[in-house]
C-alpha cells in the first residue's frame, strides 16, 4: 500500500509543473485523495483536496485560480497542475487519502485527517 507523488522539478515563477499521485496496492476509487506541502522551518499544510468521484474539488486560498486537481481512477492516480507558480509554492509535495474531503476553519485541509502518506516530490520555483 503505496502512494508515490512525482512530477516535481525546477520551474521559473509564472511557469507550470503537473504532479502525479500515483497508487500500488490499492484502490483510489472510494477514496477523497489530499495534496499538501511542507516547506522548510514549515507546518506541512493542506493545498486541495478532490472527492472521491471527483464531484467535489477544494483549495486553499493561495492556490486558487493557479493549482487544479483531478484524478484518474482508471489510472488510479490523481494529478496537481500547478500554473503560474510563484516562489512561495517552493515545498515539499505530498498526496495522501481519506474517506472524504473535510474542511476545517478558514478553509483549512488539515493533513490529520489522512493517511497512506507517500514520499514527496519537491518543487521549487525560481523568481
Known amino acids: 500500500v503505496q502512494l508515490q507523488a512525482s512530477g516535481g522539478g525546477l520551474v521559473q515563477a509564472g511557469g507550470s509543473l503537473r504532479l502525479s499521485c500515483a497508487a500500488s496496492?490499492?484502490?483510489?476509487?472510494?477514496?477523497?485523495i489530499g495534496w499538501f506541502r511542507q516547506a522548510p522551518g514549515k507546518e506541512r499544510e493542506g493545498v486541495s483536496c478532490?472527492?472521491?468521484?471527483?464531484?467535489?474539488?477544494y483549495y486553499v486560498d493561495s492556490v486558487k485560480g493557479r493549482f487544479t486537481i483531478s484524478r484518474d481512477n482508471a489510472k488510479n492516480t490523481a494529478y496537481l497542475q500547478m500554473n503560474s507558480a510563484k516562489p512561495e509554492d517552493t515545498a515539499v509535495y505530498y498526496c495522501?487519502?481519506?474517506?472524504?474531503?473535510?474542511?476545517w476553519g478558514g478553509g483549512r485541509i488539515r493533513p490529520a485527517d489522512f493517511g497512506s502518506w507517500g514520499q514527496g516530490t519537491q518543487v521549487t520555483v525560481s523568481s
Open positions: 496496492g490499492f484502490t483510489l476509487d472510494y477514496l477523497a
Open positions: 495522501a487519502t481519506a474517506r472524504y474531503c473535510r474542511l
Open positions: 478532490i472527492s472521491s468521484n471527483s464531484g467535489n474539488t
